[in-house]
């Protein structure tokens, strides 16, 4: 199994912090390079046995309902999204967050799969899929037959 660089998500979530802090925007090194632009997605583990692929995301936090998997032209996309909103509102004040974040792994699988087979399951903060193989026909090597 090939894993493709595809990968999305969050990706100016400190600098925008950064400049809405006064004290570090009106900081000496505001104009540093050294911002952490890094793409936050979960880590996957690809194993193999004779039957099967394995694929195990790490995502905690997530619902089931966040995730979306597609098998499409030999490639397996799985992403998700999560939105969360808080409002509170007292007498002399009102409070309101939102927080969005989302990510997207590609995996280009081989031929040799049942893509109708294919299985997800999340629990506690792993999405783990299974991916079994089609069965492979190993051709004996050629025997030639002596003529007496």
Same mark, same amino acid.
């Given at each position: ?62 619902? !089931? +309902?966040?995730?979306? *998997?597609?098998?499409?032209? %030999?490639?397996?996309? @799985? /992403? ?52 079994? !193989? +089609?069965?492979?026909? *190993?051709?004996?090597?050629? %025997?030639?037959?002596? @003529? /007496?």
């Amino acid at each position: 199994m090939t894993l493709l660089a595809t990968r999305t998500g969050n990706l100016f979530p400190r600098v925008v912090n950064d400049l809405m802090d006064a004290s570090s925007f009106f900081a000496p090194d505001i104009f540093d390079t050294n911002w952490d632009f890094s793409i936050k997605s979960p880590s996957a583990n690809i194993s193999e046995d004779e039957k099967s692929y394995t694929v195990e995301l790490a995502a905690p936090g997530l619902n !089931k +309902k966040d995730f979306k *998997v597609v098998f499409d032209n %030999k490639i397996l996309t @799985i /992403s998700a999204e999560n939105e969360e909103e808080f409002n509170e509102e007292q007498d002399n004040y009102r409070r309101r967050e939102f927080s969005y974040s989302s990510f997207s792994r590609a995996f280009q699988l081989p031929v040799e799969i049942l893509e109708d087979k294919i299985e997800a399951v999340y629990k506690d903060g792993i999405l783990r899929l299974e991916i079994p !193989k +089609k069965e492979v026909r *190993v051709l004996k090597p050629k %025997k030639e037959i002596r @003529i /007496s």
